[in-house]
C-alpha cells in the first residue's frame, strides 16, 4: 500500500517552549453555571470546608474557580516536560487504507511515562498535596492506567500511595499492578479485605468483579479516617478536566502550523477526562464563533451513562460516601460487565460534561466493543500503535466519520485523542484476535434496577 505524504508532515511536533503555561477552565464561557454538588445529608450545596477532609485547598480552588485560565505551577511544569508536548498525527496510511476524502489527526498521548493522558493531572494532583504537608494519597483505578499515572507522580514528590484497582481489570491486566509497584505504589484488588465495606461486599461475593464506584468508596473511607493522607481522582470532576486542557491546547496549536480546523471531534468518555482535556479547548473557540466542530463523546454500550442514563443527583461511588453530583447516571449501584475498557466503566460522567450535553453544545454515540477492537485492528495494521481499549471508541467513532465522508464524496477533517497505548492490554487483544471476545447485551431491567436506588432531590 502506498499513499502521498506530500502535501505536509505525517506528524506535527511543538518545541517545549510552546508547552500551555496555564489550565484552561470552560465554566465562565458556558451560558449557564453547572448545578453545584449537595451534601448528602442536608442537600445543600456543599462549600470548599466540607471537601477539605479528601482534597488539599489548592485543588479545591480549582474545584469552584470562576477564573478561565489558572497558571501551571513551574513544579509542575518541570515534570510536564518529561513527555510534552505530545506529538499530533495524521493518520495517513489509515485514510489511505479506508480510501476516504477525510483527514484524520490523533493526538497521542502514549508517550508519556505511564502510557496515557492521566499524568496530565496526576502531577499537579500530586505536586498540590506535597506542598500542603500530605503525605499519603489513596484512590481507585479502573484498567490500572489512572493508578499507575498517580504512582509514577507520587515517586515524583516523595508521596506515598495506595491504590484500589478494580478486581476484574486486576485480573485482566497484572501487569498493571507491576507498573505501581515499580514506582512504590500498594495495590489492592478491589473489592479488599483492605476496607471494611470491601470485607462486607466480599463476604456476599468473593468473585465480585468490582467497580469503579466500589473502589472509590475504599479509597475515599481509608483517606478520611487518616489525617495525612487525601483522596486523588483520576476523572469526572472539575479540576481533573482542567488540568487535561493541556492536550487541547497543543492541539490548536499544532493544527494551526498545518493550516486545519476540525469538522468533527470524537473522544472516548468514561468520567471525562481524556474528551474534556481535547475538547474542552475547542469548544471554547465554538463559543467564540471562530470554528464550528461537530463535538461527539464515545462511550461504550456496556456502559452508556449519556446515552442510556438518566440527569439526575446521585453518589459518585458505590457505598455512598461522596457528595450528590448532577450527572448522566446508570446508578450509583451499578456493576458494569467486565468488559477490557475498563477505564470507561463508571456509572457516572462528568457532571460538567453532563451539564455540556444538557446544554446541547456536545452529542454522545454509544459504540459495542467488537467494533471497536476492529477499529484497533485496522489502525494498528497502518499507523503502528496498539492502542489502549478506551481510545478504541473514539476510533471507531472516527472510522465511521471517515466512511461517511467517503459515501459523500467531501472532504471532512477528523480529530481525536489517541488517550493512551495497549502494551499491557495485550490480552483484551488475544481474546478478540482468537473470537472470544464478545458485544455485551445490556438489558433495560439492570439500569432500571441500578436506577431505583438514586436518591430523590427536587
Known amino acids: ?69 489558572i497558571d501551571i505551577p513551574g513544579g509542575v511544569l518541570d515534570v510536564y516536560r518529561l513527555w510534552r508536548p505530545s506529538p499530533l498525527y495524521r493518520a495517513r496510511r489509515l485514510e489511505a487504507a479506508l480510501d476516504t476524502p477525510a483527514k484524520i489527526y490523533f493526538k497521542y498521548e502514549g508517550v508519556s511515562p505511564a502510557g496515557s493522558h492521566k499524568p496530565n493531572t496526576a502531577v499537579p494532583q500530586a505536586f498540590y498535596n506535597h506542598t500542603e504537608g500530605v503525605t499519603k494519597l489513596t484512590t481507585e483505578t479502573g484498567a490500572g492506567q ?44 478491589s473489592p479488599s479485605e483492605a476496607t471494611e465495606y ?30 495525612n493522607a487525601r483522596y486523588s481522582l483520576g476523572s469526572v470532576l472539575n479540576h481533573v478536566l482542567m488540568h487535561q486542557t493541556v492536550i487541547g491546547e497543543e492541539a490548536l496549536l499544532q493544527l494551526a502550523k498545518v493550516g486545519e480546523t476540525p469538522d468533527v471531534i470524537v473522544g472516548c468518555t468514561g468520567g471525562g477526562s481524556n474528551f474534556a482535556g481535547l475538547a474542552l479547548p475547542f469548544l471554547r473557540e465554538k463559543l467564540a464563533g471562530r470554528m464550528d466542530p461537530t463535538i ?19 453518589f459518585g461511588d458505590h457505598g455512598m460516601m461522596t457528595p450528590l453530583l448532577k450527572m448522566h447516571t446508570l446508578g450509583h449501584s451499578f456493576i458494569p460487565q467486565p468488559i477490557h475498557a475498563g477505564g470507561l466503566r463508571y456509572h457516572g460522567m462528568s457532571p460538567l460534561l453532563s451539564h455540556i450535553y444538557e446544554l446541547g453544545l456536545v452529542e454522545a454515540l454509544a459504540i459495542p466493543q467488537e467494533e471497536c477492537f476492529a477499529a484497533a485492528i485496522q489502525f494498528a495494521r497502518n499507523e503502528g500503535i496498539v492502542p489502549a481499549p478506551e481510545p478504541t471508541h473514539a476510533l471507531a467513532a472516527a472510522l465511521r466519520e471517515a466512511e461517511a465522508a467517503k459515501q459523500a464524496g467531501t472532504e471532512r477533517t477528523i480529530l481525536t485523542a489517541m488517550c493512551g497505548h495497549g502494551h499491557l492490554d495485550l490480552p483484551a487483544y488475544e481474546a478478540y484476535l482468537s473470537g472470544a471476545l464478545s458485544d455485551v447485551d445490556l438489558s433495560d431491567e439492570a439500569i432500571a434496577e441500578a436506577m431505583a436506588g438514586i436518591p430523590a432531590v427536587g
Not at 463476604?203 to 475504599?218: K, N, Q
Open 296 to 314: 461527539r463523546c464515545i462511550e461504550p454500550a456496556a456502559c452508556p451513562t449519556f446515552t442510556r442514563g438518566e440527569y439526575r443527583y446521585d
Open 198 to 227: 470491601g470485607r462486607s461486599l466480599l463476604a456476599e461475593d468473593p468473585d465480585h468483579p468490582g467497580s469503579l464506584g466500589v473502589a472509590i468508596s475504599e479509597a475515599v473511607a481509608t483517606a478520611a479516617a487518616d489525617p
Open 1 to 69: 500500500m502506498s499513499t502521498d505524504r506530500s502535501d505536509g508532515p505525517t506528524k506535527v511536533v511543538l518545541d517545549e517552549s510552546e508547552m500551555p503555561t496555564q489550565w484552561y477552565n470552560v465554566v465562565p464561557d458556558l451560558p449557564a453555571p453547572p448545578p453545584p454538588p449537595l451534601h448528602p445529608g442536608t442537600l445543600e450545596p456543599i462549600g470548599p470546608d466540607d471537601l477539605a477532609p479528601l482534597f488539599p485547598m489548592g485543588l479545591i480552588l480549582q474545584e469552584v474557580s470562576g477564573e478561565s485560565y
Open 146 to 189: 489512572w493508578g499507575s499515572a498517580l504512582a509514577f507522580a507520587t515517586a515524583q514528590y516523595g508521596i506515598e500511595c495506595e491504590v484500589w484497582q478494580v478486581a476484574a481489570s486486576y485480573r485482566q491486566k497484572p501487569y498493571r499492578k507491576t507498573m505501581m509497584e515499580i514506582w512504590g505504589a500498594r495495590v489492592h484488588s
